[in-house]
């Protein structure tokens, strides 16, 4: 009988240690699951819409007071016209929302533009809006006046360009500060419209001396412009305003979503490695409890 309670004792003890063993290896593999759901999904970061330009009611400027909303998706931005006949209103979204239509309102009354909404895009549009009331309209007689044709003048063979826009600011390449020597090049529909080259690292031009010019013709105005750093595409764009001088950091090659995927594979691995220390630690654990008997 002594024999038999000895050797239960003994199967127990094995059993229990066992047991422990068992628990480590699952408290690893849960340590490394928590791991990855909170740095495998990311929250992707977005900058706001900006939207600027002018804005009628009844054909007349807007007065001071006006309310504008600017809706997307299921999020509702105000602004309060504070210049007569001005607006200019930033909308926030996130990636859910890239090219959902952006809809306005006057005073409530639903606006004769829309827009894609694109993080950190820029747009320039004018709203007009008309209410229940019927406009005035100035009455012509109906008398046909002679009209003596006059030659057309001679066709003018150019047409006079709008003023450039100008740009500045810093620029990156893969988190880092851009070489000297890198070329920065501007592009409306695949077209180049400007280009300058890196003269002190980490800037592509000053604002005082230097600008990256882009010349666009009469056609391109309101039309986005594209970036590229060494070929690379830019992570911002713009909106080609004649006259316009505008400071933007650009940045190509180190997309948010990219660093954040890095950064939850890195903690992948050492979830994993974790788990492998574990179980090793453990072997030798039981290893050396075998010995001493």
Known sequence: MWMSLKKGREMKGRGGKKGKYMVAVFVGLLMMVC????????????????????VTINGKEAPVGTE???????????????????FSISVEGD?????????????GIRADKTLEWRSGATYNIDLAVFTNETPLVEQTPTITPTITPTPSPETVGFEIPPLPASFYGNVTMYGEKAEVGTIVRAYIEG?????????????????????????????DIGKQINFTVNGLEANQTAIYIPGEIRKMDLSAGDSAGEQHVETATEWLIIGILLVVVLVVAFACLRLKVRRRR
């Open 68 to 86: 504008i909303k600017a809706i997307v998706g299921d999020k509702e931005h105000v602004y309060e016209v504070k210049e007569k006949g001005k």
């Open 95 to 107: 990636m859910t929302d890239k090219g959902k239509i952006i809809t306005f309102f006057v005073n």
């Open 191 to 219: 077209r180049e419209v400007g280009n300058i080259t890196v003269k002190e690292k980490g800037v592509y031009a000053d604002g005082f001396n230097t600008y990256l010019v882009v010349q666009g013709t009469r056609d």
């Open 35 to 54: 791991v990855v759901n909170v740095f495998a999904q990311p929250a992707i970061p977005t900058f706001p819409c900006f939207i600027e330009g002018n």
